[in-house]
């Protein structure tokens, strides 16, 4: 073999190997999981819906849960969610997909006192889940309907009257989009058996009915934009 021939053989197969090494590439970023965060209070941490939209959402998703029960979005509140350990474990995880469904805790009589906060306080903790990365995707959730609260703990009054209209608007100033699984859920107080909190009436992990249409809500909300 010649030098010329070696020379255009050893060319060959560097372009080959480079070839087969963009093509790899391609593929694992073709592949590349996509991070989801579902934050929230008690809605999040201890209902099904976290799993079911694990499921629906498929292999290509890595989904955590990091609602943490009794918090507000209010900052002057005892239980505000940005002072939870679980807020900084969503920063850390730099997810690609953020679902947030606060708001519930917010209707508490001691806070009422704080309405006017309630907005800015939000949006406060949307940028700083903004701040993550530019190309992180942000979903709102209204939360679900307040049909009594026999502790007395929470008035559903206040939360139609105040939180509801203040969570739209958080999305309207944010532009970010708002799932409203408020309206899919308030003819069915029959699955809020303490008004507040849904309960597995199946017996069967993953088939609670609340759990399947919030999971569903935003399975479509996702899909939506991530074809």
Request: net charge negative.
């Amino acid at each position: 073999m010649n030098k010329k021939t070696l020379s255009i053989l050893l060319v060959s197969i560097t372009l080959l190997l480079s070839f087969s090494g963009i093509v790899y590439l391609i593929g694992q970023n073709y592949s590349k999981t996509i991070r989801v965060a579902c934050v929230g209070d008690s809605l999040t941490q201890s209902t099904e819906y976290p799993y079911v939209l694990m499921n629906k959402l498929g292999d290509n998703y890595e989904l955590r849960n990091f609602g943490v029960g009794s918090t507000t979005v209010t900052l002057a509140s005892e239980t505000p969610y940005m002072e939870t350990a679980s807020f900084q474990d969503v920063l850390d995880f730099t997810p690609d997909i953020i679902v947030v469904m606060l708001g519930t805790n917010d209707a508490q009589p001691s806070l009422f006192q704080y309405n006017r906060t309630f907005v800015d306080d939000y949006i406060t903790l949307l940028q700083a889940f903004q701040n993550i990365s530019s190309h992180t995707k942000i979903w709102l959730v209204l939360p679900p309907p307040l049909f009594s609260d026999k502790s007395g703990a929470i008035s559903p009054e206040y939360f139609e009257q105040t939180i509801l209209p203040s969570v739209k608007q958080v999305a309207v100033e944010t532009n970010l989009p708002l799932i409203d699984v408020y309206s899919l859920l308030i003819n069915y107080p029959e699955y809020f058996p303490d008004g507040i909190h849904p309960e597995n009436t199946t017996g069967n992990w993953g088939n609670e009915p609340v759990a399947q249409i919030i999971a569903t809500a935003v399975y479509e909300a996702i899909l939506s934009r991530n074809p």
